[in-house]
Every structure is written in structure tokens, then in C-alpha cells.
């Protein structure tokens, strides 16, 4: 009998435990371990995201700069994946074999039950061709997507590009962005982001055994429909644009041309440049990396970014603020013997011997010696400490947007330099300076540092006689042309219109008046003022400058050229300059064809070698990288023969 129960008390023992570990087996399976779940629900239902169409991006006349095109993102859910043919998949996609292994590993450690990223952008003939076997391949899915294309191949710095998101991108979107998404990496693409990407949506879908799609799930109740992102105007002239980079063809320098009315940029050239198209597409890394190492830096912003002594052209903002603080006037006539003289023995040349110098005529001229008066009398002729004087010099210069950023809507913008007195101070030992220790900033030089985009800032500020609006190259947002306030805002900088009248005079009359610095660049029927400049450089060739407005009553476009080592600015600059103007308002160009010819033509990049991408190397092949190959030797010669060339006509072509 006792062993009767001690049978029966075994057996259910057994049984409570058998029942146990089986509900403890549950609760883990359904409640911990949620594998089982996800292989479940992704073998009823898949979640497809749709991702939205980037805003377009317009020219001022509503032509297109960046539009969309399809592409194909192909997704794997690693523990769908059995039994494939993987020879042919890869043959399909275009990939080998380890390419499929790495891959496939990769999605596989991100997650087996979730899909993935397995191939970004395939082509619309590559999905073409996976389209007809994809139902061999279980596992595998198709995703639909577009990319940037630029069809006319211009403003690749101005526009900016895209790129799949980090990690850091992620976590500062506060979960807005995912891995895959893609966010504007530079120019107006990172500047308008928020405007541009739209809103992702998301389709359920109902799929069988085989993966085979089957419907939306309660018949898409619980879709959401993506949303395009905001088209954009910008301020940009395309022909203006395509105009100013076939100008700067084989120069370093850039362009930047202003509606004064209104601040909207017209042009925005920074050269060397690159085609945009090389950022988009499976063959993105690659290109971005020979752009980086590119030794003439065509991904640098040149007109933003760069910074340049502004030479002659600050002679403009030299007279502007003297008037204004009644040092000097209309009437103020400065003796140029071709040269300012300061100090015991300093001295600082001129152009030539101009004799009894007016305010005028010291524009149209370009007098050196007219401005070392003027500084002189601007630091040392108001009975106070130089350094005190200087500081007022340094308020009235800054309100023209020097050594300060002027707001534009592209991230990465320079404020150029305009040193304070301290600076001064300290470099001397003391604050006991004059205007002698610092005369070349009297036109444009020494530590004075400006970027081009602030330089055609300072011709709408003339052009307006006294204001301008803050520069911006998108014109309007979205259907109903949204104009951001900031770029409403009528900035004055603190000079009377009428101060303005005799530095346009000299700026007509140099331009447009025999014996003027720029008069070969006249443009018959269009009275254009304008000013030439010749920055030092210390590396090699000057830089040559030339800004200008036109008309000279109710100005319609104000421009700054500014070509790296290309000598005087009449020579190269003004050229380039009056082509624009004149196409913009005109639509023609009526300068002469040899000149034409020569700006198109010219060859002023500077010979360089090759820098060769960042890789391993052994000590033998780190030698070989430092060489010249003789087709490259070749290349440097003609460069520099033709250099040599163009240097010898600016004597010929000099105003």
C-alpha cells in the first residue's frame, strides 16, 4: 500500500514538474524572448517604409538646379534567407561573392529578424533585372527611394550635398532620423534640412510563406502617406550662374553678384569647382575622397569661406567713413608726389605720379597716396589717443560687414579679420602707435581680411547709397513663398546718402572715362561704376579684384571677381565682371572676342602635384607617390609656359 502512494505521489510530481517547466518555457518564449514574435509577424506583415521626396530646389526663374530621380534600396531579413542561388544574386546585383558574405554578416549581426539595408541606390536597370528573379530569392525586398540629380551639373558648393546619417546625427534628431536615412551634409542642403526632407510614412503590408506581397493590412487603415519635402527658390540665375563658372574655367577665384534691392545673391562661383552628380550614387565614397585630396580644394566655399586683403577696393569704405566723419569732403585735394611718405623712412608706393588728387579723381585713379592722407588724418588728426581714434576707425569699417558674418544662409561662413586696437598694442609693446605702423590697412592691405561674398556686400551698400539687406540665396519657401524675416531687414551702416555721390563719381569715371583703371571694360549704353584692385600676395602673383554695380541710377546687380594670382585686376577681373553685368541686364555680350577669347581661354591654375589618397603603403611605394610621371611633367610645363604667357599680356592690357 505504502508503495502504491509512494508511486502515485512520483508520478504527479513528475507531472506539475513537466507542466511547470512548460508554462515557464511559455512565459519565456512569449513574453522574454520576442525572436519568435518578430519571425511571426514579419512572416504576416511588413512594415515598408516610404520615404518622401526631397523638396526641389529652383532658380529665381523657377529652373530647376536639383530635382529627384528613383532608386532602389534592397532590404534582407537574414532568417528568411534559405536556400538561394547566390551566384546569380550576385551576378543580378553586380557584386562577388565575399561581397555578398560581408554583407549578409553585417545585416545578420544588426539583427536576424529585422530587415536591413543589404545594397544602397541600385540603379533603375539593376532593379530592372532583380525584378523578374526576386521571387527566388525569399528574404529579399525591394525598397523605393530617390536621390539628387543635378541636370546641369552647376553650383556644387552653393547647393551642398547628402548623406546617409551618423550615429551623432541620430541621437541630436531626437529619434527623427534612423540608420539608412539620409540628411544634407553642406551648403543649402544642410542649411534648409528641416525643410527639405518632408516626412517619412509608413505602408503595412501583408506578405505569405513566400514572401509575396498580399495586400495592405486592414485595407492600409493603419498606413500613413509620406510627405515631400518643401520646394525651394532660390535667389540664383541659372544662365548667370552657368555664365560666371565657364568664366572662371581654369581659375581659382570666385564671383559673387548681388540684387542691391533686395540682397538675393544672383551668382555664387566658387572655382575650381567639381559636378555634383559625384555625390550621389554607389560610386559617392570614392569620389568624395578624391575630392578631398584634391590639392586645388574644389569642396572649399570659396566666396563664404575664403579670405583675401581686399587691396584697392577698400579705398571705397576709406572715403565713405572719412566723410562721414567730417575729416574730409568732396573738396579735399591730396598731393601725390607716387607715393605716401610716414615716419622717418617709410614709404608706400603709388600707382603713379598723380599730382593735386581729389576725392574723385583719387577713385577713378586708384591713388594710394590720397588714402595714406586720409588714414593719417582718420587716426592721428582727431587730438585724441591713436588707439582710441583707431577703435572709432574700426566701428565705422565694420558696419560695412567687415571682420564680421553677415548672416547668409550657408553654414561654414569666414568673418574675415579686421584687427582690434589691442591686437595693435600688443604687437608693438605699447599704445603709443600712429597710423605709420598699420598704413596698409589704409588701402586694403596688411592684416585686413575679407571675403568676396563681403566685398560684393560693400558695392550693394554703395549702390544703395548707405544700406543694404542681408545676402541670402534662397529667394522663397514652399507654395506660398515664404520670405524668412532676417533677409527683410534694411541694415543701414551709418553714412549719409550724400557722402555716397562723389565715391560713385569716381567709380563711374573709372570705368567709363578715358585714363580710368577699368575703362576697357566699358559697356556701351550701361553706365557702370566699378573699381579695380591688385591685392598683394606674399605666395606669388597678386590677386586681381574688381567690383562694381550697374545701372548707376537704380542699380540692378552688384558683383565682386576676385582670381587668385592672376596680376592686376583690370587685367582678369574687370573682364569677368562686365561680362556678367552686361549678360544679366542685357542678355548679350558685346566685348570684344579677343578679350573673350583670352578670359575664356586663360590658364591660371597653379602647377601642382598630385596628391595621392591616403593608403598603406611600403617605403618603396610612399617614394613613388612624390614622383611625377613624365605626362604629368609634361602637363606642369605647358601649365607653366602658358602662365608665363598670360603674365606677359598684362602690361599690354593694363588700364
Given at each position: 500500500m505504502?508503495?502504491?502512494?509512494?508511486?502515485?505521489f512520483?508520478?504527479?510530481?513528475?507531472?506539475?514538474?513537466?507542466a511547470?517547466?512548460?508554462?515557464?518555457?511559455?512565459?519565456y518564449?512569449q513574453?522574454?524572448?520576442?525572436?519568435?514574435?518578430?519571425?511571426?509577424?514579419?512572416?504576416?506583415?511588413?512594415?515598408?517604409?516610404?520615404?518622401?521626396?526631397r523638396?526641389?530646389?529652383?532658380?529665381?526663374?523657377?529652373?530647376?538646379l536639383?530635382?529627384n530621380?528613383?532608386?532602389?534600396?534592397?532590404?534582407v531579413?537574414?532568417?528568411e534567407?534559405?536556400?538561394?542561388d547566390?551566384?546569380?544574386?550576385?551576378?543580378?546585383?553586380?557584386?562577388?561573392?565575399q561581397?555578398f558574405?560581408?554583407r549578409f554578416?553585417?545585416a545578420?549581426?544588426?539583427?536576424?529578424?529585422?530587415?536591413?539595408?543589404f545594397?544602397?541606390?541600385?540603379?533603375?536597370?539593376?532593379?530592372?533585372?532583380?525584378q523578374?528573379?526576386l521571387y527566388?530569392?525569399r528574404?529579399?525586398?525591394?525598397?523605393?527611394?530617390?536621390?539628387?540629380?543635378?541636370?546641369?551639373?552647376?553650383?556644387a558648393?552653393?547647393?551642398?550635398y547628402?548623406?546617409e546619417?551618423?550615429?551623432?546625427?541620430?541621437?541630436?534628431?531626437?529619434g527623427?532620423?534612423?540608420p539608412?536615412?539620409y540628411?544634407?551634409?553642406?551648403?543649402?542642403?544642410?542649411a534648409?534640412e528641416?525643410?527639405l526632407r518632408?516626412?517619412?510614412?509608413?505602408?503595412?503590408?501583408?506578405?505569405?510563406?513566400?514572401?509575396?506581397p498580399?495586400?495592405?493590412f486592414?485595407?492600409g487603415?493603419?498606413?500613413?502617406?509620406?510627405?515631400?519635402?518643401?520646394?525651394?527658390m532660390?535667389?540664383?540665375?541659372?544662365?548667370?550662374?552657368?555664365?560666371?563658372?565657364?568664366?572662371?574655367k581654369?581659375k581659382?577665384?570666385t564671383?559673387?553678384?548681388?540684387?542691391?534691392?533686395?540682397?538675393?545673391i544672383?551668382?555664387?562661383?566658387?572655382?575650381?569647382s567639381?559636378?555634383?552628380?559625384?555625390?550621389?550614387?554607389?560610386?559617392?565614397g570614392n569620389?568624395?575622397?578624391?575630392?578631398?585630396?584634391?590639392?586645388?580644394k574644389?569642396?572649399?566655399?570659396?566666396?563664404?569661406?575664403?579670405?583675401?586683403?581686399?587691396?584697392?577696393?577698400?579705398k571705397?569704405?576709406?572715403?565713405?567713413v572719412?566723410?562721414?566723419?567730417?575729416l574730409?569732403?568732396?573738396?579735399?585735394v591730396?598731393?601725390?608726389?607716387?607715393?605716401?611718405?610716414?615716419?622717418?623712412?617709410?614709404?608706400?608706393?603709388?600707382?603713379?605720379?598723380?599730382g593735386?588728387?581729389s576725392?574723385?579723381?583719387?577713385i577713378?585713379?586708384s591713388?594710394?597716396t590720397?588714402?595714406?592722407?586720409t588714414?593719417?588724418?582718420?587716426?592721428?588728426?582727431r587730438?585724441?589717443?591713436?588707439s582710441l581714434?583707431?577703435?572709432?576707425?574700426r566701428e565705422?569699417?565694420?558696419?560695412?560687414?567687415i571682420?564680421?558674418?553677415?548672416?547668409?544662409?550657408?553654414?561654414?561662413e569666414?568673418?574675415?579679420?579686421l584687427?582690434?586696437?589691442?591686437?595693435?598694442?600688443?604687437?608693438?609693446?605699447?599704445?603709443?602707435?600712429?597710423?605709420?605702423?598699420n598704413?596698409?590697412?589704409?588701402?586694403?592691405q596688411?592684416?585686413?581680411?575679407?571675403?568676396?561674398?563681403q566685398m560684393?556686400?560693400?558695392?550693394?551698400?554703395?549702390?544703395?547709397?548707405?544700406?543694404?539687406?542681408?545676402?541670402?540665396?534662397?529667394?522663397?519657401?514652399?507654395?506660398?513663398?515664404?520670405?524668412?524675416?532676417?533677409?527683410?531687414?534694411?541694415?543701414?551702416?551709418?553714412?549719409?546718402a550724400?557722402y555716397?555721390?562723389?565715391?560713385?563719381?569716381?567709380?563711374?569715371q573709372?570705368?567709363?572715362?578715358?585714363g580710368?583703371?577699368?575703362y576697357?571694360?566699358?559697356?556701351?549704353?550701361?553706365?557702370?561704376?566699378g573699381?579695380t584692385?591688385?591685392?598683394?600676395n606674399p605666395?606669388g602673383?597678386?590677386?586681381?579684384?574688381?567690383?562694381?554695380?550697374?545701372?548707376?541710377v537704380?542699380?540692378?546687380?552688384?558683383?565682386?571677381?576676385?582670381?587668385?594670382?592672376?596680376g592686376?585686376?583690370?587685367?582678369?577681373?574687370a573682364p569677368?565682371?562686365?561680362?556678367?553685368?552686361?549678360?544679366y541686364?542685357?542678355?548679350?555680350?558685346?566685348?570684344?572676342?579677343y578679350i573673350?577669347?583670352?578670359i575664356?581661354n586663360?590658364?591660371?591654375?597653379?602647377?601642382?602635384?598630385?596628391v595621392?589618397?591616403?593608403k598603406?603603403?611600403?617605403p618603396?611605394?610612399?617614394?613613388?607617390t612624390?614622383?611625377?610621371t613624365?605626362?604629368?611633367?609634361?602637363?606642369a610645363?605647358?601649365?607653366?609656359?602658358n602662365?608665363?604667357?598670360?603674365?606677359?599680356?598684362?602690361?599690354k592690357y593694363?588700364?
Amino acid at each position: 500500500m505504502n508503495s502504491f502512494f509512494a508511486r502515485k505521489f512520483i508520478v504527479q510530481g513528475i507531472i506539475i514538474a513537466a507542466a511547470v517547466v512548460l508554462l515557464l518555457r511559455l512565459f519565456y518564449i512569449q513574453v522574454i524572448d520576442d525572436s519568435y514574435y518578430l519571425s511571426a509577424e514579419n512572416n504576416v506583415l511588413r512594415k515598408v517604409i516610404i520615404y518622401p521626396a526631397r523638396g526641389v530646389i529652383l532658380d529665381r526663374n523657377s529652373k530647376v538646379l536639383v530635382q529627384n530621380e528613383p532608386v532602389y534600396d534592397l532590404l534582407v531579413t537574414p532568417r528568411e534567407v534559405k536556400d538561394i542561388d547566390t551566384a546569380l544574386f550576385c551576378q543580378l546585383i553586380d557584386i562577388d561573392k565575399q561581397g555578398f558574405i560581408s554583407r549578409f554578416t553585417k545585416a545578420k549581426n544588426y539583427s536576424p529578424y529585422k530587415a536591413s539595408i543589404f545594397e544602397k541606390q541600385l540603379s533603375a536597370e539593376t532593379y530592372a533585372r532583380l525584378q523578374e528573379h526576386l521571387y527566388k530569392f525569399r528574404g529579399f525586398y525591394v525598397q523605393n527611394r530617390t536621390v539628387r540629380n543635378y541636370p546641369d551639373s552647376i553650383a556644387a558648393q552653393f547647393l551642398g550635398y547628402i548623406n546617409e546619417v551618423t550615429d551623432k546625427d541620430i541621437e541630436r534628431s531626437d529619434g527623427f532620423y534612423r540608420p539608412g536615412d539620409y540628411i544634407g551634409v553642406s551648403g543649402v542642403e544642410r542649411a534648409y534640412e528641416e525643410l527639405l526632407r518632408g516626412q517619412r510614412g509608413i505602408q503595412n503590408l501583408m506578405v505569405d510563406a513566400f514572401n509575396r506581397p498580399k495586400g495592405h493590412f486592414a485595407d492600409g487603415k493603419y498606413d500613413t502617406l509620406a510627405v515631400a519635402g518643401e520646394d525651394l527658390m532660390s535667389s540664383l540665375d541659372k544662365e548667370l550662374q552657368i555664365l560666371g563658372e565657364k568664366l572662371l574655367k581654369n581659375k581659382v577665384g570666385t564671383i559673387v553678384a548681388i540684387e542691391p534691392q533686395t540682397g538675393e545673391i544672383l551668382s555664387f562661383v566658387s572655382s575650381p569647382s567639381y559636378n555634383p552628380n559625384m555625390m550621389v550614387g554607389r560610386e559617392r565614397g570614392n569620389n568624395y575622397m578624391k575630392l578631398l585630396y584634391d590639392p586645388n580644394k574644389p569642396m572649399f566655399i570659396r566666396p563664404i569661406q575664403a579670405q583675401y586683403p581686399p587691396g584697392s577696393v577698400f579705398k571705397v569704405v576709406s572715403a565713405l567713413v572719412a566723410q562721414q566723419a567730417k575729416l574730409i569732403d568732396q573738396n579735399t585735394v591730396f598731393y601725390c608726389p607716387g607715393g605716401y611718405r610716414y615716419g622717418r623712412s617709410g614709404f608706400m608706393g603709388c600707382t603713379h605720379v598723380h599730382g593735386s588728387t581729389s576725392l574723385v579723381s583719387s577713385i577713378q585713379t586708384s591713388c594710394n597716396t590720397y588714402y595714406g592722407y586720409t588714414y593719417a588724418k582718420m587716426i592721428d588728426g582727431r587730438g585724441e589717443k591713436s588707439s582710441l581714434a583707431y577703435n572709432q576707425w574700426r566701428e565705422a569699417v565694420q558696419k560695412f560687414g567687415i571682420g564680421e558674418k553677415l548672416g547668409i544662409d550657408l553654414p561654414g561662413e569666414n568673418s574675415g579679420n579686421l584687427p582690434t586696437s589691442d591686437y595693435y598694442t600688443k604687437r608693438f609693446g605699447n599704445d603709443k602707435w600712429t597710423s605709420a605702423y598699420n598704413i596698409s590697412l589704409s588701402i586694403g592691405q596688411g592684416e585686413m581680411g575679407i571675403t568676396p561674398l563681403q566685398m560684393a556686400n560693400i558695392m550693394a551698400i554703395v549702390a544703395n547709397r548707405g544700406f543694404y539687406y542681408r545676402p541670402h540665396l534662397i529667394k522663397s519657401i514652399g507654395d506660398k513663398k515664404i520670405v524668412k524675416p532676417e533677409f527683410t531687414e534694411k541694415i543701414s551702416v551709418g553714412v549719409d546718402a550724400k557722402y555716397f555721390e562723389p565715391v560713385i563719381e569716381g567709380m563711374s569715371q573709372a570705368v567709363n572715362r578715358p585714363g580710368g583703371t577699368a575703362y576697357s571694360v566699358k559697356i556701351n549704353g550701361i553706365e557702370m561704376a566699378g573699381k579695380t584692385g591688385t591685392a598683394q600676395n606674399p605666395h606669388g602673383e597678386n590677386h586681381a579684384v574688381f567690383f562694381a554695380f550697374a545701372p548707376r541710377v537704380n542699380p540692378k546687380i552688384a558683383i565682386a571677381v576676385f582670381v587668385e594670382n592672376a596680376g592686376y585686376g583690370g587685367v582678369w577681373a574687370a573682364p569677368i565682371a562686365s561680362m556678367m553685368v552686361e549678360q544679366y541686364l542685357t542678355d548679350t555680350i558685346t566685348m570684344p572676342k579677343y578679350i573673350q577669347d583670352r578670359i575664356y581661354n586663360g590658364n591660371l591654375m597653379p602647377a601642382v602635384k598630385p596628391v595621392a589618397v591616403k593608403k598603406e603603403t611600403t617605403p618603396k611605394e610612399a617614394d613613388t607617390t612624390e614622383k611625377q610621371t613624365p605626362a604629368e611633367q609634361k602637363q606642369a610645363q605647358r601649365i607653366k609656359q602658358n602662365n608665363t604667357a598670360i603674365l606677359a599680356q598684362n602690361d599690354k592690357y593694363k588700364s
